[in-house]
């Protein structure tokens, strides 16, 4: 059985992926994709498999926030273009 600690777990990142889905694009349908995915993982009741679907939904996270910080550098790097040595 999932102890107190671990649902509030659970609950801090269903939070924090709703949060960083408002940036994805409409047409993917992140919101959608995440409440299924918790749902499908709501009746678990082994120990290790909700700690596996907790590291998951952290790994997601991670990869959410690497793929926006991604979108920055480049949006970045075409706002301000490089200078080259025949520039100088």
């Not at 659970?10 to 960083?20: G, M, N, Q, W």
């Not at 047409?27 to 009741?45: A, Q």
Request: aromatic share 12%.
């Amino acid at each position: 059985m999932a102890s107190k600690a671990t649902r509030l777990r659970a609950l801090a990142l269903y939070k924090e992926l709703h949060r960083l889905g408002r940036d994805y694009e409409p047409s993917y349908d992140f919101h959608g994709k995440l409440r299924r995915l918790f749902e499908k993982n709501r009746n678990l009741t082994d120990d290790e498999e909700i700690e596996k679907a907790l590291k998951f939904g952290e790994y997601i996270k991670n990869e959410t926030l690497a793929l926006y910080s991604l979108r920055k550098y480049r949006h970045l790097k075409r706002m301000y273009p490089s200078s080259t040595a025949s520039d100088t």
